[in-house]
């Protein structure tokens, strides 16, 4: 595919004045990739973070004549182009003493060409990087920044040479903070001067992968034993002093989070590790993972919030915590490019994904950050979840894999009938099976822990060197598991992942001695997050998803709503006659119950009323996990903590 578009950049530049760049540009790359430039210097300007502009300058050794340099596209972990372009602003490359010429790539848009004169060997390139504000983008070119905080992802900052792996280049990078800010990161420092800190020379593989966290308010929390080689710690930032004050419980619930992965995979594949945590609500919210850190963000007072932190917080760390193994270490072929602008392959997501939501969860449980019954009701929610996704029908759980590239920036009407990310929760449930069908052909004796040794664990990655990869396929995967026990794991997973029909792969929860079942009540979690969220979920009852205000985020087809006429975009502004308000509309559930009068909506779409009979009366549906005293609990095996 990268072939293909250079060709078709030559022809297009072949009709204009500067058709030689991209032409002799690409002879250039492909007569010198075998001798990449010495060292890239990157200076970072992060003093306005406040302000939301981050100013960087880099400095390539050059030979004269034309060159390519491209700007990251494809970001590991978001498994999608989501390299934020369109927030680059000020580009302007020099060469001794005089400002050059450039054109970007009529095809390729994160492709810039500039030719170097005579005499230059080096060339100065500087350009400012605008953060989006709050709302805008997703993953890390969403918002990043705040008056007190910002976390500084190297990929939105540099170009790189085009003809190149990430491996063959080597970048040192410096990076100036506002005043009186700290900093976090598991790049290695090698210089410190006031507000300017400078860091040893690293490929471009290792700085793309170890964001900086920094703020005003920051803490760092030791997470390992004093003396241990490889250390672990907890870089907290926030908006607020209090925020950071992170509870005596906490801090031994992540300690045990780390000893708990350790003996889950056997060995660690990193020097040192970095939980890099934002806490603010006016940062996106989500994880990424890195090898040696993550980046995590939340809201502002996630840790010191009971309530909050069950739900905010609950396995995010965890979850990301795992990709170093699964994902960053081991990776799928497909994900596992040379660059930041060969596209990448997902189609094993439900692995890379899949088995880390997996393994986030019980570990989450196994640390003691959730408690058995907060797992259970979380299981118990995605489970129903995934069971009323319709979109099953048509599109298979392998095809989510393939188009996550589309689906991450989905929105999320229709996603139940569209099916979004499904890889990560229909995921969890496929491995959570394989689990509890090992734990049974072996009377419980193996488990995936057995699994996890083989595939993720020994040897250690020798401290002296930066994390490698180990790239995998589905072959390499389904030996492993026939390590643990002979099975045919390969029909096993292709059956689920490939299954098109209405049925959620609820198989794991059911041979794990518990089953999904739907009530009147919310379990504690549910009701604890739908009040942090203020939606109404009533996807399992009329079968729609309300946001705070009445407005319908998403309606399944085939249920009750649906039915009536009841469509994403629309706003119930009254029930039966009165206000619309969530306790209301929960009253006319409750009320219509065992009735037959349907219960009446007054809808807003578009400027327009109309009043929409729903014909429902079965109350309230909330889904729960109930045991099965005829099955094994190994559920309850699944979560035993394994270092105490």
Same mark, same amino acid.
């Given at each position: 595919? /990268?072939?293909?578009?250079?060709?078709?950049?030559?022809?297009?530049?072949?009709?204009?004045?500067?058709? +030689?760049?991209?032409?002799?540009?690409?002879?250039?790359?492909?007569?010198?990739?075998?001798?990449?430039?010495?060292?890239?210097?990157? *200076?970072?300007?992060?003093?306005?973070?406040?302000?939301?502009?981050?100013?960087?300058?880099?400095?390539?050794?050059?030979?004269?004549?034309?060159?390519?340099?491209?700007?990251?596209?494809?970001?590991?972990?978001?498994? @999608?182009?989501?390299?934020?372009?369109?927030?680059?602003?000020?580009?302007?490359?020099?060469?001794?003493?005089?400002?050059?010429?450039?054109?970007? #790539?009529?095809?390729?848009?994160?492709?810039?060409?500039?030719?170097?004169?005579?005499?230059?060997?080096?060339?100065?390139?500087? @350009?400012?990087?605008?953060?989006?504000?709050?709302?805008?983008?997703?993953?890390?070119?969403?918002?990043?920044?705040?008056?007190?905080?910002?976390?500084?992802?190297?990929?939105?900052?540099?170009?790189? !040479?085009?003809?190149?792996?990430?491996?063959?280049?080597?970048?040192?990078?410096?990076?100036?903070?506002?005043?009186?800010?700290?900093?976090?990161? *598991?790049?290695?420092?090698? =210089?410190?001067?006031?507000?300017?800190?400078?860091?040893?020379?690293?490929?471009?593989?290792?700085?793309? #992968?170890?964001?900086?966290?920094?703020?005003?308010?920051?803490?760092?929390?030791?997470?390992?034993?004093?003396?241990?080689?490889?250390?672990?710690?907890?870089?907290?930032?926030?908006?607020?002093?209090? =925020?950071?004050?992170?509870?005596?419980?906490?801090?031994?619930?992540?300690?045990?989070?780390?000893?708990?992965?350790?003996?889950?995979?056997? %060995?660690?594949?990193?020097?040192?590790?970095?939980?890099?945590?934002?806490?603010?609500?006016?940062?996106?919210?989500?994880?990424?993972?890195?090898?040696?850190?993550?980046?995590?963000?939340?809201?502002?007072?996630?840790?010191?919030?009971?309530?909050?932190?069950?739900?905010?917080?609950?396995?995010?760390?965890?979850?990301?915590?795992?990709? +170093?193994?699964?994902?960053?270490?081991?990776?799928?072929?497909?994900?596992?490019?040379?660059?930041?602008?060969? !596209?990448? /392959?997902?189609?094993?997501?439900?692995?890379?994904?899949?088995?880390?939501?997996?393994?986030?969860? @019980?570990?989450?449980?196994?640390?003691?950050?959730?408690?058995?019954?907060?797992?259970?009701?979380?299981?118990? @929610?995605?489970?129903?979840?995934?069971?009323?996704?319709?979109?099953?029908r048509w599109r298979p759980l392998t095809d989510?894999?393939?188009?996550?590239?589309?689906?991450?920036?989905?929105?999320?009407?229709?996603?139940?009938?569209?099916?979004?990310?499904?890889?990560?929760?229909?995921? %969890?449930?496929?491995?959570?099976?394989?689990?509890?069908?090992?734990?049974?052909?072996?009377?419980?004796?193996?488990?995936?822990?057995?699994? %996890?040794?083989i595939f993720y664990g020994p040897p250690d990655?020798?401290?002296?060197?930066?994390?490698?990869?180990?790239?995998?396929?589905?072959?390499?995967?389904?030996?492993?598991?026939?390590?643990?026990?002979?099975?045919?794991?390969?029909?096993?997973?292709?059956?689920?992942?490939?299954?098109?029909? !209405?049925?959620?792969?609820? *198989?794991?929860?059911?041979? +794990?001695?518990?089953?999904?079942?739907?009530?009147?009540?919310?379990?504690?979690?549910?009701?604890?997050?739908?009040?942090?969220?203020?939606?109404?979920?009533?996807?399992?009852?009329?079968?729609?998803?309300?946001?705070?205000?009445?407005?319908?985020?998403?309606?399944?087809?085939?249920?009750?709503?649906?039915?009536?006429?009841?469509?994403?975009?629309?706003?119930?502004?009254?029930?039966?006659?009165?206000?619309? +308000?969530?306790?209301?509309?929960? #009253?006319?559930? /409750?009320?219509?119950?065992?009735?037959?009068?349907?219960?009446?909506?007054?809808?807003?779409?578009?400027?327009?009323?109309?009043?929409?009979?729903?014909?429902?009366?079965?109350?309230?549906?909330?889904?729960?996990?109930?045991?099965?005293?005829?099955?094994?609990?190994?559920?309850?095996?699944?979560?035993?903590?394994?270092?105490?």
């Amino acid at each position: 595919m /990268k072939t293909a578009l250079r060709s078709l950049s030559v022809l297009l530049f072949c009709t204009s004045i500067l058709a +030689s760049f991209p032409v002799q540009a690409q002879r250039r790359t492909a007569s010198e990739a075998a001798k990449p430039p010495g060292t890239i210097k990157l *200076a970072v300007d992060a003093s306005q973070a406040p302000r939301k502009i981050f100013h960087s300058t880099m400095t390539f050794p050059v030979t004269p004549g034309p060159l390519t340099l491209l700007y990251p596209k494809w970001i590991p972990g978001e498994h @999608m182009p989501s390299g934020p372009i369109q927030d680059n602003v000020g580009l302007k490359f020099s060469a001794g003493g005089q400002t050059l010429a450039w054109r970007r #790539d009529d095809v390729d848009m994160n492709s810039y060409h500039v030719t170097i004169p005579a005499g230059a060997n080096q060339l100065e390139v500087s @350009m400012d990087y605008t953060s989006p504000v709050a709302g805008e983008g997703g993953f890390t070119n969403g918002a990043s920044a705040t008056d007190k905080l910002t976390v500084i992802s190297w990929n939105q900052l540099l170009l790189y !040479p085009a003809g190149f792996t990430s491996d063959q280049l080597t970048y040192q990078a410096s990076l100036t903070l506002p005043q009186g800010w700290r900093f976090g990161t *598991a790049l290695r420092q090698s =210089a410190a001067s006031g507000q300017e800190i400078t860091f040893q020379p690293a490929t471009l593989t290792t700085l793309v #992968d170890s964001p900086v966290i920094t703020g005003q308010y920051y803490r760092s929390i030791p997470l390992s034993p004093q003396g241990e080689q490889r250390p672990a710690e907890l870089d907290v930032a926030a908006d607020s002093a209090a =925020a950071i004050d992170v509870p005596e419980d906490l801090q031994t619930k992540m300690r045990n989070l780390v000893a708990e992965a350790g003996a889950l995979f056997g %060995a660690r594949h990193y020097r040192t590790y970095h939980f890099l945590l934002s806490l603010s609500e006016h940062v996106a919210h989500f994880g990424l993972e890195h090898h040696e850190s993550n980046d995590s963000r939340t809201s502002e007072r996630a840790l010191i919030d009971d309530n909050l932190r069950r739900v905010a917080f609950g396995d995010l760390l965890s979850h990301e915590y795992s990709h +170093s193994w699964n994902g960053k270490y081991r990776r799928p072929v497909g994900l596992s490019t040379p660059d930041y602008a060969q !596209p990448m /392959k997902g189609e094993l997501l439900w692995i890379y994904e899949g088995l880390t939501q997996y393994f986030g969860k @019980m570990l989450a449980a196994r640390s003691g950050i959730w408690s058995p019954d907060d797992f259970r009701d979380n299981y118990a @929610m995605l489970a129903a979840e995934e069971a009323y996704h319709v979109g099953r029908r048509w599109r298979p759980l392998t095809d989510t894999a393939v188009a996550a590239q589309v689906l991450y920036s989905s929105p999320y009407q229709w996603s139940s009938w569209r099916r979004g990310v499904d890889f990560y929760d229909e995921g %969890a449930l496929i491995w959570l099976d394989v689990d509890a069908t090992i734990r049974k052909m072996t009377n419980n004796h193996k488990s995936i822990d057995d699994f %996890a040794k083989i595939f993720y664990g020994p040897p250690d990655n020798p401290l002296n060197e930066a994390p490698h990869v180990k790239p995998y396929t589905l072959d390499d995967v389904v030996a492993a598991l026939n390590q643990v026990v002979a099975n045919d794991w390969r029909k096993f997973l292709l059956d689920r992942v490939n299954y098109i029909g !209405p049925n959620a792969p609820l *198989a794991g929860l059911e041979g +794990s001695g518990w089953r999904l079942v739907y009530t009147d009540t919310p379990s504690d979690l549910q009701r604890t997050r739908d009040q942090i969220e203020q939606d109404v979920d009533l996807r399992y009852s009329l079968g729609i998803f309300l946001n705070r205000t009445g407005r319908v985020v998403d309606s399944i087809p085939d249920m009750p709503a649906y039915q009536a006429g009841i469509m994403p975009g629309m706003r119930i502004v009254a029930v039966n006659g009165r206000k619309y +308000s969530a306790d209301v509309l929960h #009253d006319a559930l /409750k009320a219509a119950r065992g009735g037959s009068a349907p219960i009446e909506l007054l809808v807003e779409n578009s400027e327009y009323y109309k009043t929409y009979a729903v014909n429902y009366h079965d109350g309230d549906r909330y889904p729960h996990l109930v045991r099965d005293a005829s099955a094994p609990d190994y559920l309850g095996d699944m979560i035993k903590a394994h270092t105490k």
